[in-house]
């Protein structure tokens, strides 16, 4: 199975945050952003906009003098033991927080030995988390994650899949036809998020953003009731221009 990633804005951001992380761990003695930015190449704004996210994460910490080091988080996700762990905690305060500060529930989900899975999501009373009434991994044509996980694939890992789970009708809106979705999988620009205008559920939206580390298969979800539905494209481009700390910690 061929990928077709094509890079996105966030996906840039994680990259050049990965040089500011990998010149920052060569000295020891901390690096001020001056030096930084001599080092990486990256524009003042760039470098500023980064450092405040790394430092959020707590993959750098400045220290008095300025100079900038690696963070405990970094650390942990270093580490060999317990990697995994370290991983879920960190990913775990992220969606946390995009669930604040977006208002809607939020989710990973990741394309694995050819089946659709969410690894993990935050939600709570004020952002109700999808109501699983059909198996996921039986509806990616149905669903903002599952459209956004084929979207990764060639036009061969698509046909694949749609011959393994049939397409269903879900609700009115779900789309059964394998023409018509394999034509909008291939229109969908990477840059776009891909929505789910109750094509699953009645009286849920939700809308997704690819996050690609290596050869992975992913990407970040969000879910709001229909009454909060005018809400969607603003938040699902807050989610695609928040998606670089999701993409740099698994791509660490």
């Known amino acids: 199975m061929a990928l077709k990633h094509e890079p996105t804005a966030p996906y840039h951001s994680a990259q050049d945050a990965l040089r ?12 001020t952003d001056t030096e930084l930015g001599r080092r990486t190449g990256l524009a003042p704004e760039r470098l500023t906009a980064l450092l405040r996210m790394l430092r959020r994460e707590g993959y750098v910490e400045q220290g008095t003098d300025g100079g900038y080091v690696t963070g405990a988080a970094l650390a ?11 991983l879920r905690e960190q990913l775990q305060r992220i969606l946390d927080r995009l669930r604040d500060s977006l208002g809607a529930a939020v989710y990973i989900s990741r394309y694995v030995d050819g089946e659709v899975r969410v690894t993990q999501y935050a939600h709570g009373p004020a952002a109700p988390a999808v109501n699983e009434w059909f198996d996921f991994r039986c509806s990616a044509h149905a669903t903002a994650v ?6 990764q694939l060639d036009h061969n890992g698509r046909r694949d899949h749609l011959a393994r789970y049939r397409m269903t009708r879900l609700t009115s809106r779900t789309i059964t036809s394998d023409k018509v979705l394999l034509s909008r999988l291939e229109a969908q620009p990477a840059t776009v998020p891909v929505l789910d205008l109750q094509e699953y559920a ?8 690819p996050v690609t580390a290596g ?10 009731p ?3 539905a005018h809400r969607l494209r603003r938040a699902a481009e807050q989610l695609n221009r928040d998606a670089a700390p999701v993409m740099l910690s698994l791509a660490i």
């Open 226 to 228: 229909v009454e909060h």
């Open 215 to 224: 050869s992975a298969v992913g990407c970040l979800a969000l879910s709001l």
């Open 76 to 86: 942990r996700l270093g580490a060999a033991r317990g990697h995994e762990q370290a």
């Open 202 to 209: 009645i009286g849920t939206v939700c809308a997704a953003v």
């Open 146 to 151: 599952g459209k956004s996980l084929l979207t």
């Open 20 to 31: 500011v992380l990998e010149t920052v761990a060569r000295h020891s003695t901390g690096l």
